[in-house]
């Protein structure tokens, strides 16, 4: 591995400023966990500014196990195609395409994380790895998705999957690629291969 970013550094690691004009914010006022599987979901109370309050449901990833974000990496060939994988997800319920991902342990760095992910779900390694940029992954959730670029990757590590993982990796031209982010129900994580792919300069 020659290079890699950590959350700290071009990838920031704080929300954008409060901008001129915004709305003003609401007030916490209470917390509590209704469900508590491989998802967390909490209610929470708020009081708005004109004084009326709102309960309001947000998720992440299981409270209990310390995890508060994940990682998602576009994998790059020397020759310049996509590594992505095929698996099963329950949401679509469906097989799909998605980019190599996943959970980032308690305090590992999100490149490390990456750099972990992409050979446990692929087999692949990679020469350098750059985090780019992080977003939350939906607008109620808690659970912060970072992006990284990997580059020179090659099929020379060990695919090493997860209990209820059945990834099989698929390498496409980035004209393929673009052509399954377009294609409706095709891919999940697409926000994620959107950035990336604008911070590689390959849109």
Partial sequence: MTSHDSASSAAGTSP???????????????????????LTVNLR??????????????????????????????????DGRVLTIRLFRAGPDRVVTNLPGGIID???????AGQRELEEETGYTCGSIEVVGWFWSAASSTYRKYVAIARDCRPD???????FE??????????????????????????????????????
Avoid: N
């Fill in 16 to 38: 954008a400023a409060d901008r001129v004009g915004d709305p003003q914010p609401w007030e916490l006022l209470a917390e509590k966990t209704v469900y508590d599987g491989f």
């Fill in 45 to 78: 109370r708020y009081r708005l500014p004109d004084g009326r309050e709102a309960d309001w449901d947000v998720f992440g990833p299981q409270q209990s196990s310390g995890v508060a974000g994940g990682i998602t990496v576009l994998p790059l060939t020397p």
């Fill in 106 to 112: 308690p305090g590992e760095d999100p490149a490390a």
């Fill in 157 to 163: 590590g060990r695919q090493s999957l997860d209990e």
């Fill in 166 to 203: 059945d990834c099989v990796p698929v390498e496409l031209t980035l004209a393929d690629f673009r052509a399954e982010l377009r294609t409706p129900g095709a891919m999940t994580g697409t926000d994620a291969a959107y950035l990336a792919l604008d911070h590689a300069g390959l849109l």
